[in-house]
Structure formats: structure tokens, C-alpha cells
């Protein structure tokens, strides 16, 4: 997509704010982490990553179910690589996660709090501020861990 068409879904699907800035964020770190694949030799579709990264939280305050929202959306524009990613970027979607473009998508959205690429550790107690007891749960810890599983296995291919 270009940078237009993102703009373009971002005003007609109005978008606040300060969701554009976390998807841009979550985008800029996307294509960082994406080069760092590419520089060991692994075919990454980089492209497919940032875009989707750029319009992951376009449904976010509609409900719930923002990211299937938002993949049948792109899937309705023709956008099939971009949709596949945006649909796995859910906290619980770790286990559905299948090639290295989903887990670069899902791990890049999972380091940006806000606007602000913070470590995973601060990104889950920030997550734990703002959603209280339920924030801390056997699910939620369990997805914790196999989040810093993956971003174990992410340090081991690229490096820190």
C-alpha cells in the first residue's frame, strides 16, 4: 500500500490521534526488526509487515474484535498479506503465530506502549496499571511467558 492509502483509511476510518502514532511506531520498529531478518539471509516481505504494523489498531475502539475487524477490511481491499498479519496481532493470538512475518508484526506491537518503544518487561507493567487485577491473571501470565519465549527466539537470530 502507499503511504496515501494508509492516510486515506486512517481519515475515513477516523482514526484518533494517538493511534496513528502507536501504529506508526509499531511500524518504524516492524521495519527495523524486518532489516535485522533480511541482513541474516531470511526472505522476509517486509513490506506486508509495516503495512500491517502502520494499520494494525485502525478498528481499535470499535470493539473487542478489532483485529478481525480490520483484516476483513483489507481482505475486502484485496490486501490478503497485510489482513493475515493484522489478524494475529492480539495479545492471546501468540499461539496462532506461524512464520516470521506474524511473529515480527505481533512482537513489534507487543514493545510499543503508546508512542514509545519500551522493553517488554515495562510494556507488561504498564499493561498491568492499566488493566488492574485482570491484568495479572494465569492466562495473561502464561502469555507473558511465551512472549518472552519469542522474543528469545528473536534475540537469537538477530542479536539485541
Known amino acids: ?27 518504524e520498529f516492524a521495519e527495523e526488526l524486518a532489516d535485522k531478518f533480511i541482513e541474516k539471509g531470511f526472505k522476509i516481505n517486509k513490506k506486508s509487515i509495516t503495512d500491517a504494523a502502520k494499520l494494525h489498531d485502525v478498528m481499535r475502539l470499535s470493539d473487542k474484535g478489532h483485529e478481525k475487524k480490520m483484516a476483513e477490511y483489507l481482505e475486502s481491499i484485496d490486501e490478503k498479506a497485510v489482513a493475515k498479519l493484522v489478524e494475529k496481532h492480539g495479545f492471546f493470538s501468540i499461539s496462532d503465530l506461524e ?39 494465569d492466562t495473561v501470565n502464561k502469555t507473558k511467558d511465551q512472549i518472552r519465549k519469542l522474543e528469545k527466539e528473536i534475540k537469537e537470530v538477530v542479536g539485541d
Not at 484518533?16 to 509499531?26: A, F, G, S, W
Not at 506491537?109 to 491473571?137: A, M, Q, T, Y
Open 1 to 27: 500500500m502507499t503511504k496515501e492509502e494508509i492516510l486515506k483509511i486512517y481519515e475515513e476510518l477516523q482514526v484518533p490521534e494517538n493511534i496513528i502514532r502507536h501504529m506508526k511506531k509499531v511500524g
Open 99 to 137: 512464520n516470521w512475518e506474524e511473529k515480527i508484526m505481533y512482537y513489534s506491537d507487543k514493545r510499543v506502549d503508546e508512542d514509545e518503544i519500551v522493553s517488554l518487561e515495562e510494556r507488561f507493567r504498564r499493561g498491568e496499571k492499566r488493566k488492574g487485577p485482570k491484568g495479572n491473571s
